[in-house]
T-cell receptor, first 114, second 115 residues
Framework: ETGVTQSPTHLIKTRGQQVTLRCSSQSGHNTVSWYQQALGQGPQFIFQYYREEENGRGNFPPRFSGLQFPNYSSELNVNALELDDSALYLC?????????????FGPGTRLLVL | AQSVTQLGSHVSVSEGALVLLRCNYSSSVPPYLFWYVQYPNQGLQLLLKYTSAATLVKGINGFEAEFKKSETSFHLTKPSAHMSDAAEYFCAVSDGNGSQGNLIFGKGTKLSVKP
């Protein structure tokens, strides 16, 4: 158990809809990163939030957006869902944003887009 | 840009045999390297990480990895496989510039352990 929680655990949406995924970071951590893991692939970095500001973004379109709240929990929002957005979405928290910091992962939210 | 290559998408060993999972990285700066394990329908759990303190890194569950700069490798080993080691293993390099550190993952190696 890492202390990182995510909700919901599973979600089914249809193409064109919007979805919000939530993540509570481990106590004492101020950085949250989001990853997308397609079936049979390694996780891909979406973006990172450090102290409520975006602190880096991967190669994902603007319809993927996020927020971090004062308690350092975070949301991932995806607009205009596409079939290819079906994946496991993982969030990870760390004590700060540096490269050597260990990221602790939550159990993920599995999204299916029909 | 950093990248990671994991050789072998699927490795099968017998219980009690040596486990060797291969990882090669590409990085223009001294890298931070990580191995994570993922059990079915779960998130990722850190096994070990290299942050330049020592080239041989010991992790949890009897795993260790050796950083070899000349070979740009960070292979994961365990002397004796256990049935509970069956899982998917991911090698990752940190794309860190000091202020951020998103992870770049390999495609993963699925480890099967035969009785």
């Amino acid at each position: 158990e890492t202390g990182v929680t995510q909700s919901p655990t599973h979600l089914i949406k249809t193409r064109g809809q919007q979805v919000t995924l939530r993540c509570s970071s481990q106590s004492g951590h101020n950085t949250v990163s989001w990853y997308q893991q397609a079936l049979g692939q390694g996780p891909q970095f979406i973006f990172q939030y450090y102290r409520e500001e975006e602190n880096g973004r991967g190669n994902f379109p603007p319809r993927f957006s996020g927020l971090q709240f004062p308690n350092y929990s975070s949301e991932l929002n995806v607009n205009a869902l596409e079939l290819d957005d079906s994946a496991l979405y993982l969030c990870a928290s760390s004590s700060q944003g540096g490269g050597q910091e260990t990221q602790y992962f939550g159990p993920g939210t599995r999204l299916l887009v029909l | 840009a950093q990248s990671v290559t994991q050789l072998g998408s699927h490795v099968s060993v017998s219980e009690g045999a040596l486990v060797l999972l291969r990882c090669n990285y590409s990085s223009s700066v001294p890298p931070y390297l990580f191995w994570y394990v993922q059990y079915p329908n779960q998130g990722l759990q850190l096994l070990l990480k290299y942050t330049s303190a020592a080239t041989l890194v010991k992790g949890i569950n009897g795993f260790e990895a050796e950083f070899k700069k000349s070979e740009t490798s960070f292979h994961l080993t365990k002397p004796s496989a256990h049935m509970s080691d069956a899982a998917e293993y991911f090698c990752a390099v940190s794309d860190g510039n000091g202020s951020q550190g998103n992870l770049i993952f390999g495609k993963g190696t699925k480890l099967s352990v035969k009785p």
